[in-house]
């Protein structure tokens, strides 16, 4: 992993504690949520629009994310698309920094 892709990797796991902070302050009966999309790229302001259920089913593996369609990078598979949104999954040394920075670790 060379030093732009583990900027990358904390940059998601810094806007996974951004989601962590609007999940605790979302209504529990919120149909849905607007999430921060959780990609590499520090200027996205992109949303995903998720229920908290789905929410928390993706957080209960620290290795995995929600972004935007597209927003995909060489270091995470794809492990799931849904309607506006993509589960990845982290590999290598960037899940083992997901792993390291999971705010419920």
């Known amino acids: 992993m060379n030093l732009w ?3 990358a990797a904390r940059n998601e796991a810094l806007f996974r504690e951004v ?3 609007i999940a605790q302050l979302a209504a529990p009966s919120a149909r849905e949520v607007g999430f921060v999309c959780e990609c590499s790229d520090e200027h996205c302001t992109d ?3 998720l229920t908290l259920a789905t929410y928390e089913a993706i957080r209960g593996d620290a290795r995995r994310f ?4 597209g927003h995909e990078t060489s270091v995470e598979r794809i492990v799931e698309q849904g309607a506006g949104y993509t589960i990845v999954e982290k590999i290598g040394v ?4 997901s792993e390291d920075a999971d705010p419920r670790a």
């Open 19 to 21: 989601n962590e902070r």
């Open 66 to 69: 929600v972004v935007a369609p």
């Open 94 to 97: 960037a899940g083992r920094i």
């Open 5 to 7: 892709d583990e900027r």
């Open 47 to 49: 949303r995903v629009h």
